[in-house]
T-cell receptor
Framework: GENVEQHPSTLSVQEGDSAVIKCTYS??????FPWYKQELGKRPQLIID?????GEKKDQRIAVTLNKTAKHFSLHITETQPEDSAVYFC???????????FGTGTRLLVSP | EAGVAQSPRYKIIEKRQSVAFWCNPI?????LYWYQQILGQGPKLLIQ????????DSQLPKDRFSAERLKGVDSTLKIQPAKLEDSAVYLC??????????FGPGTRLTVL
């Protein structure tokens, strides 16, 4: 089955700094690469995704970059704010089976 | 557009008892998922439905877990009998045509 790892597992930054979380996957058939944000006690929410025909996608302060050859993709958050504090999950999948495999999660803490 | 609905939000039972969870997906979403999220981990897929048919139930502990989606809309997940290790949040999600999954608020199950 798909093996999905995230690094780091915990990330602490100061408000205004940038944060980068990396996701490594094993299934070369994966063609859909989303990132989910889960605040404490809340549901996971899709924040950004990218498909395999695109190398980078940006939405305001967040961006995702994809390296299909190396089988990893990364979440970039610029100008971090305390409300960015949450657990972030990558969940690579492929549209054929419409199935996602969630990573181990990265806890981001943004200090004021 | 209404989101994914789940009930109950919380449930406390004793081991060996039975419990059932209900999910109503976003209108028009043919694909429905049940996930189990143990504290500190990412969501783990239990079962995936396409309309009223099962697409993937490879990680469903079938000796105690069952799920159905008889009319291809709402779905129920049942655990009988429950074990201590079933304590988790059970998340339902549905998927749109762009492969984006949207989660319900979840049911937090505590097995004593």
């Amino acid at each position: 089955g798909e093996n999905v790892e995230q690094h780091p597992s915990t990330l602490s930054v100061q408000e205004g700094d940038s944060a980068v979380i990396k996701c490594t996957y094993s299934d070369s058939a994966s063609n859909y690469f989303p990132w989910y944000k889960q605040e404490l006690g809340k549901r996971p929410q899709l924040i950004i995704d990218i498909r395999s025909n695109v190398g980078e996608k940006k939405d305001q302060r967040i961006a995702v970059t994809l390296n299909k050859t190396a089988k990893h993709f990364s979440l970039h958050i610029t100008e971090t704010q305390p409300e960015d504090s949450a657990v972030y999950f990558c969940a690579p999948g492929y549209t054929g089976f419409q199935k996602l495999v969630f990573g181990t999660g990265t806890r981001l803490l943004v200090s004021p | 557009e209404a989101g994914v609905a789940q009930s109950p939000r919380y449930k406390i039972i004793e081991k060996r008892q039975s419990v059932a969870f209900w999910c109503n997906p976003i209108s028009g979403h043919a694909t429905l998922y049940w996930y189990q999220q143990i504290l500190g981990q990412g969501p783990k897929l239990l079962i995936q439905f396409q309309n009223n048919g099962v697409v993937d139930d490879s990680q469903l502990p079938k000796d105690r877990f069952s799920a159905e989606r008889l009319k291809g809309v709402d779905s129920t997940l049942k655990i009988q009998p429950a074990k201590l290790e079933d304590s988790a949040v059970y998340l339902c999600a549905s998927r749109n045509r762009d492969n984006e999954q949207f989660f319900g608020p979840g049911t937090r199950l505590t097995v004593l």
